[in-house]
C-alpha cells in the first residue's frame, strides 16, 4: 500500500499552540452538551487522530467540558501509518476503516466495565 502523502503535504514548521483558553468555545460547546443530555443523550467528544501533529493543547481546558472527552489526536502518527493517510489532516479509505475498527474495539470495552 503506497501513501498518498507529498512534500507539499507537509506541514509548515511553525509550532501551532492551542494552549491559549478560549472561554467563549467551552461555554458553546456546553451549552450543545446540554441541549444533547436534556434528551436523554450521552455526549462524548472526540479528538480525532492527526497526521504528523504540530500543535498541543491544554489538557486542563478539556476538563471544563461537561462530558467525556478521548483523546485519539496521537494514534496512527508514526511513519508506519502513512498508508492511512489521504493528506496530514485525513485518513483515506484504509484509515477510516481502521480507526473506526479501533474506536468502536476501544469503547465497547469501556462499556463492558461500567
Request: glycine letters at 2%; proline letters at 4%; one cysteine or more.
Amino acid at each position: 500500500m503506497t501513501s498518498h502523502l507529498t512534500d507539499e503535504d507537509k506541514i509548515d514548521p511553525k509550532h501551532i499552540t492551542l494552549a491559549e483558553e478560549n472561554q467563549a468555545t467551552i461555554r458553546y460547546l456546553n451549552a450543545v452538551i446540554a441541549i444533547i443530555k436534556k434528551h436523554g443523550i450521552q455526549p462524548i467528544v472526540i479528538l480525532n487522530p492527526y497526521y504528523n501533529q504540530t500543535f498541543s493543547y491544554n489538557e486542563q481546558i478539556l476538563k471544563k467540558v461537561d462530558c467525556p472527552v478521548i483523546d485519539y489526536s496521537r494514534q496512527f502518527t508514526s511513519s508506519k501509518n502513512a498508508a492511512y493517510w489521504a493528506n496530514t489532516s485525513h485518513f483515506n479509505s484504509s484509515g477510516r476503516e481502521n480507526f473506526t475498527k479501533l474506536l468502536f474495539k476501544e469503547q465497547l470495552k469501556q462499556l463492558a466495565f461500567n
